[in-house]
């Protein structure tokens, strides 16, 4: 272990420039290397997994990063061929919790417990964003699951087609084609809803 | 199918003036604020430290370095493929040290009875006795011509075919001495092959200036005594036909020759050409001199594969000219306008 990698800290720029050292750092418990590999992948991969509809995305988030640590001896590559590792790790939980909860479904929280809760921020705000988070989910929910893992590697995990095909264990060309299509059936229903609203 | 530059990085969306994209690209956008979002303060802390925990249990594990071959399709199939291939290259190898000889029939010509499955000569005798046979063959392609055209005598032609078959020079210095008695000036001191050979000849050419039999059968049965074989004129051209509206070939002949019955049939691989007419045609026309004769002997007389290229050669007659033909009676005819 070399304390060096350990005291290091790590900023953007430098774990772009310097990704081996940061890998080097991780495997040897740096906390700096772990926090800046989390900071710089949980939104994306929160996201991801929010934008897959998964009930608790965060909680599954840091079940994908505990697995990153325990693979992270087999990973050898660049920070491009990372990130795709990390969302494939990221897609075959979602696909894991998904068969769980197929096995055991979920009850709904009632809502009279929910509103005890109370708000927690601007209403209107949350408002708006809900509204957003809705449409959203409307337009996502007309892609064939395909499309949608595509795009939301796309959009959110701001990944390439190739680090998307490398992810998902497709053929590029395959990605471009979901990529299309889903793009292609959202206009669709984009022009619906506009002329709906 | 798909619209022009479909495949263009669509999720750039940098036509600020197309009102679709301007749109999507705001859906894009939408998609991101409605998904995205950092962890709250305590998530972040709570996933740190179970992240670190985890770190510190896992032992440090020195990096596969095959986790890429592992990842990679085309490598993985790119190190199957180098496996088999040396597989392969064992399997051959420890074949050819257990010495089993591989077909490789690449390269030879389809007469080729090795080609064609048919039996090989492979052991010293059989390279032997084909050398002497080549060597017979070659004599008489040179001198039969010669003989037939009165340009040397039968003593003469008998010893430089006897001499070939023996491996030595021509010594036709008996034959001036012995006009008269062509029958003395083979030196009796001759090997076997050539004691055969010779015996041939006497038994044959009598009956090739007869006309009984045909170039093509007199060579087979000297080329086949040359090589201690039983000859087969069943491969000479029109010969069956001959044999059968014609004379047959008197039987004494057959029994006093080494073996008329069996053996392996010279040029097995050739078959009667049609265009050997042309070649009789033609050698009528020539008076029958030249080529043709020595194409005839290798037709009948060829050891393996050559009576195919006589028959070629007897089909180029028309072009070259002079042919003595790859009939039987060919002789006679070309005999008659010689005499």
């Known amino acids: 272990m070399q304390p060096a990698l350990l005291d290091e800290a790590w900023d953007d720029r430098g774990m772009r420039e310097d990704f081996v050292r940061v890998l080097q750092a991780a495997r040897a418990g740096s906390e700096a290397a772990w926090t800046h590999i989390y900071k710089e992948l949980a939104p994306g991969v929160i996201g991801y997994l929010r934008g897959q ?67 927690v921020g601007d209403s209107e705000q949350e408002a708006l964003a809900a509204l957003g988070v809705e449409r959203v989910e409307r337009l996502l929910n007309v892609l064939s699951p395909d499309q949608r893992d595509v795009l939301l590697l796309r959009i959110v995990g701001d990944l390439s087609v190739d680090q ?30 506009g002329v709906t609203q | 199918m798909s619209d022009h530059n479909a495949y263009e990085d669509e999720m750039r969306l940098r036509r600020p003036h197309d009102s679709d994209d301007a749109e999507f690209s705001s859906l894009a956008e939408d998609i991101r604020s409605a998904c995205l979002g950092a962890p709250g303060p305590h998530v972040q802390s709570r996933h740190i430290r179970a992240i670190l925990e985890q770190a510190r249990r896992v032992p440090e594990v020195p990096v596969a370095s095959h986790a890429g071959l592992r990842r990679s399709k085309p490598l993985r199939t790119l190190a199957k493929l180098g496996a088999a291939a040396a597989a392969l290259a064992v399997l051959t190898g420890s074949l050819a040290v257990a ?55 039968g003593c003469e032609f ?120 042309g070649a009789k045609s033609t050698k009528e026309k020539a008076g029958g001199k030249g080529k043709g004769a020595a194409g005839n002997a290798a037709a009948g007389g060829v050891p393996e594969n050559k009576a195919s290229k006589g028959n070629a050669e007897a089909s180029q007659g028309q072009a070259k000219g002079p042919g003595k033909g790859a009939q039987p009676g060919g002789a006679p005819g070309g005999k008659g306008k010689e005499k």
């Open chain 1, 53 to 119: 509809g998964s009930r608790d995305p965060e909680d599954l988030a840091g079940d994908v990063f505990l697995e990153v640590v325990r693979d992270l001896h087999r990973f050898e590559g660049d920070l491009t061929q990372f990130r795709s590792w990390v969302f494939s790790i990221a897609h075959l939980r979602l696909l894991d919790a998904r068969r769980r909860e197929g096995r055991r479904p979920v009850r709904p929280a009632v809502p009279e417990l929910l509103s005890d809760k109370g708000g």
């Open chain 1, 164 to 193: 998307v095909a490398t992810a998902l264990g497709k053929r590029p060309g395959a990605v471009r084609v979901l990529q299309h299509r889903g793009l292609a059936r959202l206009r669709r229903q984009m022009s619906k809803m």
């Open chain 2, 99 to 153: 010495g089993v000889d591989l077909p490789i029939l690449a390269g030879r010509p389809p007469s080729d009875p090795r080609a064609n499955g048919g039996a090989a000569e492979s052991d010293g005798d059989d390279e032997v006795r084909s050398e002497t046979a080549a060597r017979v063959q070659s004599a008489i392609q040179s001198s039969l011509p010669m003989l037939r055209t009165g340009g040397i005598t």
């Open chain 2, 158 to 277: 008998r010893a430089a075919v006897s001499a070939a078959a023996r491996g030595e020079a021509p010594d036709t210095s008996a034959c001036t001495e012995a006009a008269d008695g062509e029958d003395d000036v083979l030196d009796p001191k001759g090997s076997e092959t050539a004691r055969n050979v010779h015996a041939a000849l006497e038994e044959n050419l009598p009956r090739l200036h007869a006309g009984e039999i045909s170039g093509c059968e007199f060579g087979a049965m000297v080329s086949a005594a040359a090589r201690g074989v039983e000859p087969d004129t069943s491969e000479c051209p029109m010969t069956n036909t001959r044999t059968e509206a014609e004379s047959p070939p008197p039987k004494e002949a057959k029994q006093k020759s080494p073996a008329v019955t069996e053996g392996p049939p010279p040029g097995s691989g050739s078959k009667p050409s049609p265009n050997t007419k």
